[in-house]
């Protein structure tokens, strides 16, 4: 079964516009990063926020993570065409091992 | 991720038939993972190996093996393949040593569709 339900599974939005994607689980994480992957390619970590962290930043990037409810949010500022893309979010739960939520498909329209 | 190569990148097969994808890394990482990858359903772990004599099951191993030749290479074997395991596959790296975390380098994909 998977650890992580991500919401929403697709968002269309214009560029310029803040685009926002939840990911829940459920069991306790090590930690939990985010992955984007352009249309049938391979997997590009993006962040990785640990279990005693509550937020982060990278660039546009901005993730939060809440363990008392069990979820996490990214954050793209200032959207971009080319961030078209599925993002995934991905939980540590054993020493190695990562869980991969289902994605959420993100189109960013000129 | 150029570091992490697969081949082949596209494979059409029959069922029944005995396939084999390779995964390559120059990242000399010493964990490596192969995942598959279905239309709804995210990543889901077939196989993963921490080191050249540790392999170990993941979530989905039935009817697949693996072989790991050497710490840069990380075979998926289909002994024979059937329809439903047509999917795109990815290999994985990483290296949790000296205090960084386990994130993973993706190669960029197989494409196996089993007719």
């Known amino acids: 079964s998977q650890q992580g339900e991500e919401d929403p599974q697709a968002l269309s939005i214009q560029e310029g516009e803040n685009a926002t994607m939840n990911c829940s689980y459920k069991?306790?994480?090590?930690?939990l990063q985010w992955y984007r992957q352009n249309s049938g390619r391979g997997l590009v970590h993006l962040i990785l926020i640990r279990s005693n962290e509550r937020e982060k930043h990278s660039g546009r990037l901005r993730v939060t993570l809440d363990t008392s409810k069990k979820s996490s949010s990214l954050l793209i500022t200032a959207s971009r065409a080319a961030d078209t893309a599925s993002y995934f979010c991905a939980t540590d739960v054993t020493q190695g091992k990562l869980i991969f939520g289902q994605g959420t498909e993100l189109s960013v329209k000129p | 991720d150029a570091d992490v190569t697969q081949t082949p990148r596209n494979r059409i097969t029959k069922t029944g038939k005995r396939i084999m994808l390779e995964c390559s890394q120059t990242k000399g990482h010493d964990r490596m993972y192969w995942y598959r990858q279905d239309p709804g359903l995210g990543l889901r772990l077939i196989y993963y190996s921490f080191d050249v004599k540790d392999i170990n099951k993941g979530e989905i191993s039935d009817g697949y093996s693996v072989s790991r030749q050497a710490q840069a290479k990380f075979s998926l074997s289909l002994e024979s393949a059937i329809p439903n395991q047509t999917a795109l596959y990815f290999c994985?790296?990483?290296?949790?040593?000296?205090?960084?975390?386990?994130?993973?380098?993706f190669g960029p994909g197989t494409r196996l569709t089993v007719l």
């Open positions: 069991t306790s994480i090590n930690n």
């Open positions: 994985a790296t990483s290296d949790p040593s000296g205090g960084r975390t386990d994130t993973q380098y």
